[in-house]
């Protein structure tokens, strides 16, 4: 099956300055990348996401980008700021509803 | 919110106990889904329903059976658990099986003890 590996595991951010997170996964079939941010107490929440036709994705301050020739793809975030701090995960499909998930960034801006 | 509601949202339990969780969606969707959530690990598919037929048992132990009496409804019924079975227990629901985008509700943590 499909395996996905997220990195780093956690990263910390000066308010303002942009945050990275970066995955990869195995199988060149999937063709859908989306990424759920989850706050304290919540679970996860789509905030952006990406399909195979398309190499980047721009929604306000988070953009994700993808290479299917490497197979990874990646989550920024620009101009953090202290609610963006949360468990981001990455994610990848090859059909229509089984995603298979990377193990999350705990990703902390400072103030 | 999600539109996603779950109860318990705590439930701490003994391994000879039986409970259950409860699921409720507010979205009119017809696909609903049972994750677990496990610390430092990434979320485990357990259980598809679509239109209340299970669709995906993702080699699930039959301690944890689950239930699904109507599309807005799910249950997970937990018997004769085990402690490493202590985690965070995610509903979600999507429009169709072939939707995408998934609508998580906030888990319920569960203890083994």
């Known amino acids: 099956g499909e395996n996905v590996e997220q990195h780093p595991s956690t990263l910390s951010v000066q308010e303002g300055d942009s945050a990275v997170i970066k995955c990869t996964y195995s199988d060149s079939a999937s063709n859908y990348f989306p990424w759920y941010k989850q706050e304290l107490g919540k679970g996860p929440q789509l905030i952006i996401d990406i399909r195979s036709n398309v190499g980047e994705k721009k929604d306000q301050r988070i953009a994700v980008t993808l290479n299917k020739t490497a197979k990874h793809f990646s989550l920024h975030i620009t101009e953090t700021q202290p609610e963006d701090s949360a468990v981001y995960f990455c994610?990848?499909?090859?059909?229509?509803?089984?995603?298979?998930f990377g193990a999350g960034t705990t990703v902390t801006v400072r103030a | 919110e999600t539109g996603v509601t779950q109860t318990p949202r705590h439930l701490v339990m003994g391994m000879t106990n039986k409970k259950s969780l409860k699921c409720e969606q507010h979205l009119g969707h017809n696909a609903m889904y049972w994750y677990k959530q496990s610390a430092k690990k990434p979320l485990e598919l357990m259980f598809v329903y679509s239109l209340e037929e299970r669709v995906e048992n993702n080699s699930v132990p039959s301690r944890f059976s689950p239930e699904c009496p109507n599309s807005s409804h799910l249950f997970l019924h937990l018997h004769t658990l085990q402690p490493e079975d202590s985690a965070l227990y995610l509903c979600a629901s999507s429009q169709f099986l072939a939707s995408y985008e998934q609508y998580f509700g906030p888990g319920t943590r569960l203890t083994v003890t």
């Open positions: 994610a990848a499909s090859m059909n229509d509803y089984k995603l298979s």
